[in-house]
């Protein structure tokens, strides 16, 4: 990772978030999770972070935030307990757009 690389702060606010309210929350990954997304074949680096997007369910002021993912397409949503000291950045983002109608011919 580049090292003059900032992240946007993280919401101070955070521990007073609604459930409810759609975020994203960029946190950083353990050693071990790090390891794990190395790329073997390339030998390039691992990864320090990783972005959540969900919806809050609840929060521990100065302790943790726990969201339902909000990743869209096939995937099952998953509940993420996310300790504070591990948030690098935090925010609140918009709703999910709603699903379009599939186009159908033009007779």
């Known amino acids: 990772m580049n090292p003059s690389h900032r992240f946007p702060a993280v919401d101070p606010d955070w521990a007073d978030w609604p459930t409810g309210t759609r975020v994203v929350l960029r946190r950083r990954l353990s050693a071990a999770e ?3 997304t190395r790329d073997a074949a390339s030998g390039e680096a ?11 369910l609840s929060t521990v002021p100065g302790r943790s935030v ?18 504070a000291d591990q948030l690098v950045a935090a925010k609140r983002i918009p709703p999910r757009p709603p699903r379009r109608l599939p186009r159908q011919p033009v007779d």
């Open 34 to 36: 790090s390891l794990a």
């Open 46 to 56: 691992a990864k320090t972070v990783t972005d959540v997007i969900g919806i809050v």
């Open 66 to 83: 726990t969201v339902r993912t909000d990743a869209g397409g096939s995937r099952e949503a998953v509940e993420v307990t996310i300790p």
